[in-house]
Nanobody, 115 residues
Framework: QVQVVESGGGLVQDGGTLRLSCAAS????????VGWYRQAPDKQRELVAR???????DYADSVKGRFTISRANAWKTVYLQMNSLKPDDTAVYYC?????????WGQGTQVTVSS
């Protein structure tokens, strides 16, 4: 059984820093992409950052220059370094693994940025 677990969320002040971590366990199959998404109250889930199998990295325009995605452990661990956080970054952050066996999501971790 595949499990995806995020950690590292919390409450920070405007301009603060957080590092999110995500780990997948179990037989997950071939991984084609890993990414972070977020969903704020009353808004749709949106892509924050993603690494694809060929190594290309995409960021949402709103986080470029502030957030950095990275991976480790044969693609089964993914991080999101978040600097210069803003109140608009407040959301539940989800980790996602796109694989040959389907797409797996974590349960989400809350990030709250106070002004």
């Amino acid at each position: 059984q595949v499990q995806v677990v995020e950690s590292g969320g919390g409450l920070v002040q405007d301009g603060g820093t957080l590092r999110l971590s995500c780990a997948a366990s179990g037989y997950i199959g071939g991984i084609s992409a890993v990414g972070w998404y977020r969903q704020a109250p009353d808004k749709q889930r949106e892509l924050v950052a993603r690494i694809t199998g060929n190594g290309s990295i995409d960021y949402a325009d709103s986080v470029k220059g502030r957030f950095t995605i990275s991976r480790a452990n044969a693609w089964k661990t993914v991080y999101l370094q978040m600097n210069s956080l803003k109140p608009d970054d407040t959301a539940v952050y989800y980790c996602s693994f796109a694989t040959s066996r389907g797409t797996y999501w974590g349960q989400g971790t809350q990030v709250t940025v106070s002004s």
